[in-house]
């Protein structure tokens, strides 16, 4: 049997891979791409995640930019950046003798298990091939309401997808910091995040750089994707000399270091569990908060107490419990309505036509432990 390289995701941000007006910075590209083929000549395979679409089009067509934009006319205007972006790719992977492969993905893709797996065909082809994939969201199609807006969530989705060893998220800053630094003097890197808690996501809440539109929620977020995928993750400056090396070796103070989970969620939970926004709140009681958590069951309607927001069938929806913390994250089998009105209810005393489950089992991720 032959064992395959272990393969490293690298995600540079829109802040990362142009200048401030936009331009397509092929300082930073290039610098990037000597140190992948440092990888690749170490035997490891390389997949690269880069935004810069948007950005790179406004400069391009050196309109007005209206603020704050439709997202319509900005997904025209990705149309635009998107081949620059990766013209540059090419060109600089090129001069190490290597081939780009552009893959574009979007949110759905990792909701339908055939596009999944023929995303993940692809990919392991390209790698096998020797090409190092450059994704990027396809912005220009997706459809708006559902888009990640942001590559960190993609690029982890994307480390799942790949079985890579390691997500490396380049960006502006040192790492994660133990305050805005812009705020509060002497804010310092935090080296090391062994579990994502919700005392540190509050902390990461803050807007990203003026281009971008992840900020440091939106990594951080990209951190849980990854490391409950079991990919340990590293969020490092891209500007740093060597930054891929000192990433996979460790080396103290390059950046921030999350440690990957023993116990690995499904690609389609996480997903259900992180990528998608809550469309509403049911609150159950402490027997269906047991049945969820230690039992792996479905959420019936008899342990629903509370139903919050408008939801419709397959929508995501949090689950909590009497005290407010989410258990459990699921798309939802009932519209609110119905869900409203048949809380509390026996299976036995629902109407024809409506679900037994709430949420099923397969369509839910505990959350916690
Ligand atoms: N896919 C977007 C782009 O390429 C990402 C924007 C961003 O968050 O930087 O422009």
Known sequence: MTVSKPVVVVKLGSSSVTEEGG????AVIASIC???AALVAEG???VVVSSGAIAAGWATLNVDRPAPSDPAVLQAVSAVGQPRIVGVWIDELAVHGLTAGQVLLAPLDFVHRRQYLHARRTLD?????????VINENDAVADEEIRFGDNDRLAALVAHLVGAERLVLLTDTAGLLTADPKEVAGASLIEEVVEIDHQLELRARGPGSPVGSGGMASKLAAAKIATWSGVETVIAEASRPGVLASSLAG??????????R???VPARKLWIAFALTSAG???VDDGA?????EGGRSLLAAGVVEVRGTFEPDDAVEVQDADGRVVAKGLVRWPSGRAAEWVGRRSDQLPDGLAREVIHRDDMVVLGD
């Open 289 to 293: 908060r047991r049945a969820l958590v």
């Open 125 to 133: 082809h390209l790698l096998d091939l020797g090409v190092v994939p």
């Open 281 to 283: 709140t049911v609150v």
């Open 34 to 36: 000597g140190q992948v």
């Open 44 to 46: 490891r395979r390389v």
């Open 262 to 264: 023993p116990r690995v």
């Open 251 to 260: 080396t103290p103070g390059v950046g921030t270091v999350f440690r990957a």
């Open 23 to 26: 331009a397509v910075n092929r």
